[in-house]
C-alpha cells in the first residue's frame, strides 16, 4: 500500500516538474511578500526531495540585496547566496558587470520554458542568447483612478483615449473638485518610465545609445509638460509615503502604476473600497499603451555550491502553475503567462467595484515592449529625474532639458547620444 | 635587570598594547586610503578592469556634475559655517557668563542636537520642511500661499543651511566654551574698569583671544561641509536637479549605485585634494600670528 502511495505520488508529481534526484543546501536572498511564500514552496518541495535544506533569507529590501550581492562578487563570490532575487531595473548591471559570474541556465534546460514568458521578461532575462535569470514577477501598468470623482466631474473614464483626453479630464476634474488629476514627483522617474515604456525605445536604444533626445521621449515630455502647465499635476508628493498619501488623501485621484499598487491601496485605504478603478493607458502618438514598471527575477552566482538544486527548485518555482498561482494570491503579479487562464486571476475583485483588474492588466503582458536598461540605468535614472525637475519647475524648454540631461549621462558613462 | 633591558621590555609592551587599534588602523583605515589611490588610476565596473593612467582625472576635471556639487557645497559653506560660529561663539559667551542662571540647563539643550543621529534629525527636518510638512501647514494658518521649500533650488540649500546649523552649532560652541575658560578674567576686568560695552568685549577680547580655536572649528566645519551626506541623502536626494548634491553624495552614486569603483576613487581623492587647499587658505588667512 505505502509503495502504491509512493508511486501515486511520484507521478502527481511529475506532471507538474520534472525532478531528478537533488539534495544539499541553499540559501536564497528575497524580500518582503516573495519570503513567506519562497518559503511555503521549500517546504513543500522538501517533501518530495527530503535531503535538502532550502533557507530563505529575508535581507530587507532590494537596495540591500544588490549591496550584498555587489560586495559578494568583488570577493569572488565569497558569502553569496546560491539564489537571488532581482529586480527587472537592476538585473542588466549585475549581468554586463559580472558576465562571468552567474549560471547559464540554457545549458541546465531552462530554454524549455521560454513559451511561458512575455517577450520582454524573456529579453531581459538572456544574455547572448542564453538564460542566466528566470522571470518572476511583472508590474503591467494601468491607470488606477478614482471612479466617485470622475463622476462628480462628468467624466466618463472610458472615453479617455489619449493623453490629450487625459489632460481634458483632468482639468474638468481640477475645476469642479479641486483635486489634482496626476502626481509627479520630482524625485523619482515613475511617470517617464510608465510613459515611454509603451514605446519601443527607452533611456537608451537597443544599440545602448543614449535615447534622451528621441521623438518618443520629447513626445512623453511633451505630454507630462502639457499636464503642468494645465496645473493638473500635483508636485508636494516626495517619496513612496508622500505618493501614497496624495492617493489615499484624494489629493490626487489618478495615477498610471504597476500592477503591483492595487496592493498598497487596498491595505492603506480600506475605506475606500468600491470606490477604485483601473482603467487602460491613455495611447501613445503610436496607439501603443502596453508598459511595464516593476518585477523581478531569480539569478543562481556560479559560486554557488549546489547549482543543481538551486536550479532545480527555482525551475519548479518559477513554472509550476500552482506556485504562481499562490504568488498571485500572495500579492505579486507573476509574469508566467499559464497562471493567467487560473480561475483566481480572472475573478472580480471587491475593493476595485467587482472590476476583474487583474484579468485587465493581464492582457496587456503580452505586448510589453522590451526594455534596454543597460548597465548604466541608475545614472539614466538620475539624469531624467533632473529633466523632469528642470521642465515641471523651472519651465525649462523641453528639447534643452533633455539635450543637457543627455550631454551629462554621456560625460558620466561614455556613451553615444543617438541622432534623430 | 639591565635598564637597558627594562627599556626594551616597556617598548614592547607599548607596541603590544597599542597593537589591537592599530592594526585594524592599519587594515581598515590606511590600507584602503592607499588602495582607493591606486584604484584612481583604473577603470573598475565589475569584472572589467583597466588602467587608464590619468584618464580619471582628466574626466574629474571636465565633470560638470562634480562642480556643480563642489560649487553647491562652497555655497553651503560660505553662508553656513561664519553663521554657525558666530552663533556658537555668541551662545559660548552668555553661557560663560557667571552670573546665568540654569546653566546645565540650557547648556544641555543647546548641545543635544548634537548627540542625535544623522540620518533621524535629517528625516525630521524633512517632515517638517515637505510640502505638506509641518512649516507648511503653519505658514497656510497665515493664509500664504504653502512654500515648495525643498523643490526651490535656493530654498532647498537654505534648508540645508538649517538643518546643518541645527545639528552642529552646540557642538563648536562646547569647543568655544572650554577655550573661553582659559581667556584669563584680567583682561575682562581691566575693560571693565575702561568702560567696554558688552559688545566691545566680545570683539575686542572674545573673538581674538579665541582665534586658534576658531581656525579650528573653522577646518573642522569645513571639511564636514565638504563631506556632507546625510542630510542632502535624506532631506532633499540632492535634488531639486542636482542644486543640493554634494561631491560625497556623488562619489557615493558613481561607486556604489552606477559601480563605477575606479572613478568613485577618483571622487575621492578629489575631494581630498579640495580639503587641503581650503585647509591651507583658513591657516593662511586665519593662522597668522600677530
Same mark, same amino acid.
Given at each position: 500500500m505505502k509503495k502504491i502511495k509512493s508511486v501515486l505520488a511520484a507521478l502527481l508529481f511529475t506532471v507538474s516538474y520534472n525532478a531528478w534526484a537533488a539534495d544539499g543546501t541553499i540559501e536564497i536572498w528575497a524580500w518582503n511578500i516573495n519570503v513567506p511564500l519562497l518559503e511555503k514552496a521549500a517546504e513543500e518541495y522538501k517533501k518530495e526531495n527530503p535531503k535538502t535544506e532550502i533557507r530563505i533569507s529575508d535581507i530587507g529590501g532590494p537596495q540591500d540585496v544588490y549591496t550584498k550581492l555587489s560586495i559578494g562578487l568583488q570577493a569572488k563570490g565569497k558569502g553569496l547566496a546560491d539564489v537571488i532575487l532581482v529586480e527587472d531595473t537592476h538585473i542588466r548591471g549585475f549581468f554586463e558587470n559580472w558576465p562571468s559570474n552567474f549560471t547559464n541556465l540554457s545549458a541546465l534546460?531552462?530554454?524549455? %520554458?521560454?513559451?511561458?514568458?512575455?517577450a520582454f521578461k524573456v529579453a531581459l532575462n538572456k544574455m547572448d542568447g542564453n538564460f542566466y535569470g528566470m522571470p518572476f514577477d511583472a508590474g503591467p501598468v494601468g491607470v488606477f483612478y478614482r471612479p466617485s470623482i470622475f463622476k462628480e466631474a462628468g467624466i466618463e473614464p472610458s472615453t479617455i483615449e489619449t493623453w490629450d483626453d487625459y489632460i481634458k479630464a483632468g482639468e474638468a476634474i481640477r475645476e469642479k473638485t479641486g483635486a489634482y488629476m496626476t502626481d509627479v514627483r520630482t524625485d523619482d522617474d515613475i511617470l517617464v518610465r510608465a510613459m515611454i515604456g509603451t514605446f519601443n525605445t527607452h533611456y537608451f536604444d537597443i544599440d545602448g545609445?543614449?535615447?534622451? %533626445?528621441s521623438p518618443e521621449m520629447i513626445e512623453v515630455f511633451t505630454d507630462i509638460k502639457k499636464m503642468n502647465d494645465a496645473d493638473i499635476l500635483y508636485k508636494g508628493a516626495k517619496g513612496w509615503d508622500g505618493f501614497v498619501q496624495a492617493l489615499v488623501n484624494t489629493r490626487t485621484v489618478a495615477t498610471p502604476s504597476g500592477a503591483w499598487l492595487a496592493g498598497t491601496i487596498e491595505s492603506q485605504a480600506p475605506e475606500q473600497s468600491g470606490d477604485w478603478g483601473v482603467m487602460a493607458m491613455p495611447k501613445n502618438s503610436q496607439g501603443k499603451n502596453a508598459s511595464n514598471i516593476g518585477g523581478s527575477n531569480f539569478v543562481i552566482p556560479s559560486s554557488s555550491q549546489n547549482v543543481e538544486l538551486a536550479y532545480d527548485f527555482m525551475q519548479y518555482f518559477t513554472t509550476s502553475r500552482p506556485w504562481q498561482e499562490a504568488a498571485f494570491l500572495g500579492g505579486l503579479f507573476p509574469?508566467?503567462?499559464?497562471?493567467?487562464?487560473?480561475q483566481s486571476f480572472n475573478q472580480p475583485v471587491a475593493y476595485f467595484n467587482n472590476q476583474p483588474i487583474w484579468a485587465d492588466f493581464a492582457k496587456t503582458v503580452k505586448e510589453i515592449p522590451q526594455v534596454n536598461f543597460t548597465i548604466d540605468y541608475s545614472l539614466a535614472r538620475e539624469e531624467i529625474i533632473k529633466a523632469l525637475s528642470d521642465t515641471v519647475l523651472k519651465n525649462t524648454p523641453i528639447k534643452k532639458a533633455l539635450n543637457d540631461a543627455a550631454k551629462r549621462l554621456a560625460n558620466q558613462t561614455g556613451r553615444k547620444i543617438n541622432k534623430y | 635587570m639591565k635598564p637597558n633591558n627594562l627599556n626594551r621590555q616597556k617598548t614592547v609592551a607599548a607596541w603590544v598594547f597599542i597593537s589591537p587599534i592599530l592594526i585594524l588602523f592599519l587594515c581598515f583605515m590606511l590600507y584602503p586610503i592607499i588602495d582607493s589611490f591606486f584604484m584612481s588610476f583604473y577603470f573598475i565596473r565589475g569584472e572589467r578592469q583597466s588602467f587608464v593612467g590619468l584618464g580619471n582625472y582628466i574626466r574629474l576635471m571636465q565633470d560638470t556634475i562634480f562642480w556643480r556639487s563642489v560649487w553647491n557645497m562652497f555655497v553651503i559653506l560660505i553662508i553656513q559655517v561664519p553663521t554657525m560660529l558666530l552663533l556658537a561663539m555668541i551662545l559660548a559667551s552668555i553661557l560663560n557668563n557667571p552670573l546665568l542662571k540654569l546653566k546645565g540647563f540650557f547648556r544641555l539643550s543647546l548641545f543635544l542636537p548634537t548627540v542625535t543621529s544623522l540620518v533621524a534629525y535629517a528625516i525630521i527636518f524633512f517632515m517638517l520642511l515637505s510640502f505638506e510638512g509641518i512649516v507648511n501647514s503653519m505658514v497656510k494658518s497665515f493664509h500664504i500661499m504653502p512654500i515648495n521649500w525643498l523643490d526651490n533650488p535656493i530654498l532647498a540649500k537654505m534648508s540645508l543651511v538649517l538643518a546643518i546649523t541645527w545639528r552642529w552649532t552646540g557642538y563648536n560652541m562646547i569647543i568655544f566654551l572650554a577655550a573661553l575658560q582659559n581667556i584669563p578674567s584680567s583682561l575682562y576686568e581691566a575693560a571693565n574698569i575702561d568702560g567696554a560695552k558688552a559688545w566691545q568685549k566680545f570683539f575686542y577680547i572674545t573673538v581674538p583671544q579665541l582665534k586658534p580655536v576658531i581656525l579650528f572649528t573653522a577646518i573642522l566645519s569645513t571639511i564636514g561641509t565638504i563631506q556632507l551626506f546625510d542630510e542632502p541623502m535624506n532631506l532633499t536626494k540632492g535634488g531639486p536637479s542636482d542644486a543640493t548634491l554634494s561631491p560625497t553624495m556623488y562619489l557615493y552614486n558613481t561607486a556604489f549605485k552606477a559601480s563605477n569603483v575606479g572613478y568613485g576613487a577618483t571622487i575621492a581623492w578629489g575631494i581630498v585634494v579640495l580639503v587641503i587647499i581650503l585647509a591651507a587658505v583658513q591657516f593662511k588667512f586665519l593662522g597668522r600670528d600677530d
Amino acid at each position: 500500500m505505502k509503495k502504491i502511495k509512493s508511486v501515486l505520488a511520484a507521478l502527481l508529481f511529475t506532471v507538474s516538474y520534472n525532478a531528478w534526484a537533488a539534495d544539499g543546501t541553499i540559501e536564497i536572498w528575497a524580500w518582503n511578500i516573495n519570503v513567506p511564500l519562497l518559503e511555503k514552496a521549500a517546504e513543500e518541495y522538501k517533501k518530495e526531495n527530503p535531503k535538502t535544506e532550502i533557507r530563505i533569507s529575508d535581507i530587507g529590501g532590494p537596495q540591500d540585496v544588490y549591496t550584498k550581492l555587489s560586495i559578494g562578487l568583488q570577493a569572488k563570490g565569497k558569502g553569496l547566496a546560491d539564489v537571488i532575487l532581482v529586480e527587472d531595473t537592476h538585473i542588466r548591471g549585475f549581468f554586463e558587470n559580472w558576465p562571468s559570474n552567474f549560471t547559464n541556465l540554457s545549458a541546465l534546460g531552462y530554454n524549455d %520554458n521560454e513559451k511561458y514568458f512575455p517577450a520582454f521578461k524573456v529579453a531581459l532575462n538572456k544574455m547572448d542568447g542564453n538564460f542566466y535569470g528566470m522571470p518572476f514577477d511583472a508590474g503591467p501598468v494601468g491607470v488606477f483612478y478614482r471612479p466617485s470623482i470622475f463622476k462628480e466631474a462628468g467624466i466618463e473614464p472610458s472615453t479617455i483615449e489619449t493623453w490629450d483626453d487625459y489632460i481634458k479630464a483632468g482639468e474638468a476634474i481640477r475645476e469642479k473638485t479641486g483635486a489634482y488629476m496626476t502626481d509627479v514627483r520630482t524625485d523619482d522617474d515613475i511617470l517617464v518610465r510608465a510613459m515611454i515604456g509603451t514605446f519601443n525605445t527607452h533611456y537608451f536604444d537597443i544599440d545602448g545609445n543614449i535615447a534622451f %533626445n528621441s521623438p518618443e521621449m520629447i513626445e512623453v515630455f511633451t505630454d507630462i509638460k502639457k499636464m503642468n502647465d494645465a496645473d493638473i499635476l500635483y508636485k508636494g508628493a516626495k517619496g513612496w509615503d508622500g505618493f501614497v498619501q496624495a492617493l489615499v488623501n484624494t489629493r490626487t485621484v489618478a495615477t498610471p502604476s504597476g500592477a503591483w499598487l492595487a496592493g498598497t491601496i487596498e491595505s492603506q485605504a480600506p475605506e475606500q473600497s468600491g470606490d477604485w478603478g483601473v482603467m487602460a493607458m491613455p495611447k501613445n502618438s503610436q496607439g501603443k499603451n502596453a508598459s511595464n514598471i516593476g518585477g523581478s527575477n531569480f539569478v543562481i552566482p556560479s559560486s554557488s555550491q549546489n547549482v543543481e538544486l538551486a536550479y532545480d527548485f527555482m525551475q519548479y518555482f518559477t513554472t509550476s502553475r500552482p506556485w504562481q498561482e499562490a504568488a498571485f494570491l500572495g500579492g505579486l503579479f507573476p509574469s508566467y503567462l499559464p497562471v493567467y487562464e487560473t480561475q483566481s486571476f480572472n475573478q472580480p475583485v471587491a475593493y476595485f467595484n467587482n472590476q476583474p483588474i487583474w484579468a485587465d492588466f493581464a492582457k496587456t503582458v503580452k505586448e510589453i515592449p522590451q526594455v534596454n536598461f543597460t548597465i548604466d540605468y541608475s545614472l539614466a535614472r538620475e539624469e531624467i529625474i533632473k529633466a523632469l525637475s528642470d521642465t515641471v519647475l523651472k519651465n525649462t524648454p523641453i528639447k534643452k532639458a533633455l539635450n543637457d540631461a543627455a550631454k551629462r549621462l554621456a560625460n558620466q558613462t561614455g556613451r553615444k547620444i543617438n541622432k534623430y | 635587570m639591565k635598564p637597558n633591558n627594562l627599556n626594551r621590555q616597556k617598548t614592547v609592551a607599548a607596541w603590544v598594547f597599542i597593537s589591537p587599534i592599530l592594526i585594524l588602523f592599519l587594515c581598515f583605515m590606511l590600507y584602503p586610503i592607499i588602495d582607493s589611490f591606486f584604484m584612481s588610476f583604473y577603470f573598475i565596473r565589475g569584472e572589467r578592469q583597466s588602467f587608464v593612467g590619468l584618464g580619471n582625472y582628466i574626466r574629474l576635471m571636465q565633470d560638470t556634475i562634480f562642480w556643480r556639487s563642489v560649487w553647491n557645497m562652497f555655497v553651503i559653506l560660505i553662508i553656513q559655517v561664519p553663521t554657525m560660529l558666530l552663533l556658537a561663539m555668541i551662545l559660548a559667551s552668555i553661557l560663560n557668563n557667571p552670573l546665568l542662571k540654569l546653566k546645565g540647563f540650557f547648556r544641555l539643550s543647546l548641545f543635544l542636537p548634537t548627540v542625535t543621529s544623522l540620518v533621524a534629525y535629517a528625516i525630521i527636518f524633512f517632515m517638517l520642511l515637505s510640502f505638506e510638512g509641518i512649516v507648511n501647514s503653519m505658514v497656510k494658518s497665515f493664509h500664504i500661499m504653502p512654500i515648495n521649500w525643498l523643490d526651490n533650488p535656493i530654498l532647498a540649500k537654505m534648508s540645508l543651511v538649517l538643518a546643518i546649523t541645527w545639528r552642529w552649532t552646540g557642538y563648536n560652541m562646547i569647543i568655544f566654551l572650554a577655550a573661553l575658560q582659559n581667556i584669563p578674567s584680567s583682561l575682562y576686568e581691566a575693560a571693565n574698569i575702561d568702560g567696554a560695552k558688552a559688545w566691545q568685549k566680545f570683539f575686542y577680547i572674545t573673538v581674538p583671544q579665541l582665534k586658534p580655536v576658531i581656525l579650528f572649528t573653522a577646518i573642522l566645519s569645513t571639511i564636514g561641509t565638504i563631506q556632507l551626506f546625510d542630510e542632502p541623502m535624506n532631506l532633499t536626494k540632492g535634488g531639486p536637479s542636482d542644486a543640493t548634491l554634494s561631491p560625497t553624495m556623488y562619489l557615493y552614486n558613481t561607486a556604489f549605485k552606477a559601480s563605477n569603483v575606479g572613478y568613485g576613487a577618483t571622487i575621492a581623492w578629489g575631494i581630498v585634494v579640495l580639503v587641503i587647499i581650503l585647509a591651507a587658505v583658513q591657516f593662511k588667512f586665519l593662522g597668522r600670528d600677530d
